[in-house]
């Protein structure tokens, strides 16, 4: 069978090719560019604890402790008074309420996941090759590129994964509705000292009756003593010079360190923001009738982070699928549109998986949509909801517009930035194509469709490792057993329930492994839980129920190939499926930024 096409090699792209080869799954992945990867340190990435685990299983754990930081506390502070403090417990696998995020910068992940592909034989990233035409048919599709590779290239699907432009998207003709620079931020990556180091940082002064504007700044620390500043801008797209922005530094700085106030600004002018590099702090600066000192700092980049919400309005046509920022552009408010493109892969990559290896009914395909584009879409009402609210005021109908959201103004930036609540919790495919059945299985600490908790488990072999680590590469079948972690492993695989269970899962119709665990939350002993490959829950079963998990496994596959019309070697292409209605105003593609506009997007694939 043909390779999966994917077009695009950011880090959805990459990584969506990674999690097919541990599949099993060739791909080859069209990149037009050299592979070359800029380093620009004010280009970050914040990875959630879900993604950071998918990230780590496709090989990028190196990565992402040598690159990446994990933080020890979040702090939000509303001018001088601090608000809340979130400690985290900054050892990898903590549990996922003390849990902090990975920052990093993100061309180390990009260059993590381009060197983890170059040792998968079953992957190719084909340089400088641009899209320029492509075709389906009942069995397959297939891709011209131009350039120095240009040819025609043959695949049984092909994904699109690149970036807010995508020439994948313009081809199948799907529209980009939304809205256009809903947020800008100046920012800027730096080598500074702070007071609370490994700390990140959201720092808010609303504006005050009768007074001047207000502001909005976030530090978060990355590796080797560097942080990440960004600064809400007021609305417009006035230029940001390079002495505004080392004012705002120094006058940040000043403020957090309690000895400064605005400064007299100076270093390198130039004709644009990035002309503000290699900059060196620690001259005294003017304030409020006082002299305060600014602390030393090197300036490594900056640049302006423009930030646009838009939904695709399909993110399948057939055989070819849309995912990344093709498919969707957020970033408001802390919300993180890498972390949704990764969830992308990882939702798509099983599905495909199972229909290049199997063949796959229309209802396994199109849930790719339903449950991607779903989530995202209530991510992004959720965040144009908060928006004017948070800005602009209207305290008195926020929580009401925002469910979810009962603890102020500044717990809902916090969320947003910290994945909680409405704009930052992993999602939840509770309404899913691929749901079980209802009444199926018993209640547990986990409602069907949401991401399982990250128990220790005992493997077949006897490792013990941790849930997470087991995902991705087929159904996971958990039986809760108290006691069997002191036991050999000779003796707990043929005690109890275990041979009946593994006798079920031998005949389930799809890959599966029998994992156990000591306790899960909300689980009585002898609970069987059934575990998607991405991660999220189909059922608990009350005890080994053969025809019930064979439900699930069934269910989850979206019942048999060929059931619901024909997504796998052969078939028709299925009319477009758009389950979830548009966000926003419907503005033309080509307003996403004006040509040659200086602007971050949340992923470069």
Partial sequence: MDPVIIVGAGPVGLSLALALARLAVPSIVLDETDGQEDTRPARTAVLRQDTAAFAGRLGCAGALETAGTRWTAWRTMRRRRLLERVAFDPRPGAAAATASPVHLPQHALTRALRAALADEKLAQIVTGSRLAELEQDPHGVSAHTRGPNGTWWRGSYLVGCDGPRSTVRKLLDIRFPGRTAVERHAVAALRTELPWPGEAL?????????????????????????????????????????????????????????????????????????????????????????????????????????????????????????????????????????????????????????????????????????????????????????????????????????????????????????????????????????????????????????????????????????????????????????????????????????????????????RSEVLVTEAYPGAPAHTVLVVRPDGHLVAALPGVRPDELYACADAVRGGSYGSSGTGGTSGSIPPPVDPVGPDGPDDPVGSVDPVGSTVFHSEGD
């Fill in 202 to 510: 959201l720092h808010r002064s609303p504006a005050r009756p009768g007074g001047g504007p207000g502001s909005e700044v976030s530090a978060r620390p990355m590796a080797h003593g560097v942080w990440r500043l960004d600064w809400l801008l007021p609305p417009g797209r006035d230029l940001v010079t390079p002495d505004a922005l080392i004012a705002r530094i120094r006058d940040s700085l000043a403020g957090w360190t309690g000895e400064a106030a605005p400064p007299e600004t100076g270093g390198n002018a130039g004709t644009g923001l990035s002309g503000a590099t290699d900059e060196r702090g620690g001259a005294p600066a003017r304030g409020r009738g006082h002299r305060r000192q600014v602390p030393p700092y090197d300036l490594l980049d900056t640049g302006v982070h423009t930030v646009h919400h838009r939904l695709a309005r399909r993110w399948r046509e057939g055989r070819a699928f849309l995912a990344g920022d093709a498919a969707h552009l957020l970033g408001a408010l802390g919300t993180q549109g890498l972390d949704e493109g990764l969830r992308d892969a990882e939702n798509l990559a099983w599905k495909l998986a199972l229909a290049w290896h199997q063949g796959a009914s229309e209802t396994l395909l199109d849930s790719y949509q339903a449950e991607r584009r779903g989530s995202v879409a209530a991510r992004l009402r959720a965040a144009d909801q908060a928006l004017p609210l948070l800005r602009d005021g209207g305290a008195g109908r926020w929580r009401t517009l925002v469910p979810g959201a009962a603890g102020g103004r500044s717990t809902l930036l916090t969320d947003g930035h910290l994945g909680r609540g409405p704009l930052g919790a992993p999602p939840v495919y509770a309404r899913s194509p691929l749901a079980a059945a209802d009444g199926t299985g018993s209640p547990v600490g986990t409602q069907p469709g949401a991401p399982v908790t990250d128990v220790a488990v005992t493997a077949g072999d006897g490792a013990e490792v941790r849930l997470r680590d087991r995902l991705g590469q087929g159904l996971l079948v958990v039986l809760v057993a108290p006691g069997t972690g002191v036991w050999e492993q000779r003796h707990w695989q043929s005690a109890g329930l275990m041979p009946q269970l593994a006798d079920a899962v031998s005949a389930l119709p799809m």
